[in-house]
T-cell receptor, first 111, second 113 residues
C-alpha cells in the first residue's frame, strides 16, 4: 500500500532556531516528492519538488533533501521566523497525477 | 492574478440538502481536482479532471459529483449531504506534466448537521 509518513506530528521551536522535519515513503512507482506549507485557514502552497535524481533543493530558508535509496526526505528550516508557524505536508507523486499526501507536521515558532 | 478561487468559504447544511462548491482557476491549467481534509488524515482525492469534458473518480468519490464543461471551472456537487461529509474541501489545479506544482484554493469549510 502506498504510504507517506511524517514525523514529528508537531514541533515547537524558538524563533531563530533551525529545525528538520522528516518524511518516509513507500510509494511505487515514484515520480517526485513535494513539500507544501499550509498556513491555518489557507490552502497548501508548494515549497519544493524533487525528482528521483535530485538530492537537495532549496527555496530561501527551506532546504529539502531526498534519499531515493532509503525512501526518506527531510525539510530543513534555517533561522526560523514566526511566519514559519504552519503545517508542512510531504507529498509523493506516483505516475502523472496520483498524489499521496502525508498527514503533515504542525510547526509552532515562539518569540 | 487570482489563481484558484473557491466559493463559498463557509457553509452549513442540514442532512439531506444538496449544494455545489465552486472552483475556478485563471491559469489555463488542464488538471483540476477536489480534495477533502479531515483532522489527522492526509488530503484525500475525491474527483479529478485532466481536461474539459473529462472527469474521473479519486479515492473517496461516493456522495459527490463533478463536471468539467470549461477549462476554468470545476464544481463539486453534494447530492444529499451527510454528517460524514463535514470537512474542509480544497480545489487544486496544475499544468500538464508530472513535475508541475499543484496550486490550491483556500478551501471551503462545510458543516453538515
Amino acid at each position: 500500500k502506498n504510504q507517506v509518513e511524517q514525523s514529528p506530528q508537531s514541533l515547537i521551536i524558538l524563533e531563530g532556531k533551525n529545525c528538520t522535519l522528516q518524511c518516509n515513503y513507500t510509494v511505487s512507482p515514484f515520480s517526485n516528492l513535494r513539500w507544501y506549507k499550509q498556513d491555518t485557514g489557507r490552502g497548501p502552497v508548494s515549497l519544493t519538488i524533487m525528482t528521483f535524481s535530485e538530492n537537495t533543493k532549496s527555496n530561501g530558508r527551506y532546504t529539502a533533501t531526498l534519499d531515493a535509496d532509503t525512501k526518506q526526505s527531510s525539510l530543513h528550516i534555517t533561522a526560523s521566523q514566526l511566519s514559519d508557524s504552519a503545517s508542512y505536508i510531504c507529498v509523493v507523486t506516483s505516475g502523472t497525477y496520483k498524489y499521496i499526501f502525508g498527514t503533515g507536521t504542525r510547526l509552532k515558532v515562539l518569540a | 492574478n487570482a489563481g484558484v478561487t473557491q466559493t463559498p468559504k463557509f457553509q452549513v447544511l442540514k442532512t439531506g440538502q444538496s449544494m455545489t462548491l465552486q472552483c475556478a482557476q485563471d491559469m489555463n491549467h488542464e488538471y483540476m481536482s477536489w480534495y477533502r481534509q479531515d483532522p489527522g488524515m492526509g488530503l484525500r482525492l475525491i474527483h479529478y479532471s485532466v481536461g474539459a469534458g473529462i472527469t474521473d473518480q479519486g479515492e473517496v468519490p461516493n456522495g459527490y459529483n463533478v463536471s468539467r464543461s470549461t477549462t476554468e471551472d470545476f464544481p463539486l456537487r453534494l447530492l444529499s449531504a451527510a454528517p460524514s461529509q463535514t470537512s474542509v474541501y480544497f480545489c487544486a489545479s496544475s499544468k500538464q506534466g508530472m513535475n508541475s506544482p499543484l496550486h490550491f484554493g483556500n478551501g471551503t469549510r462545510l458543516t453538515v448537521t
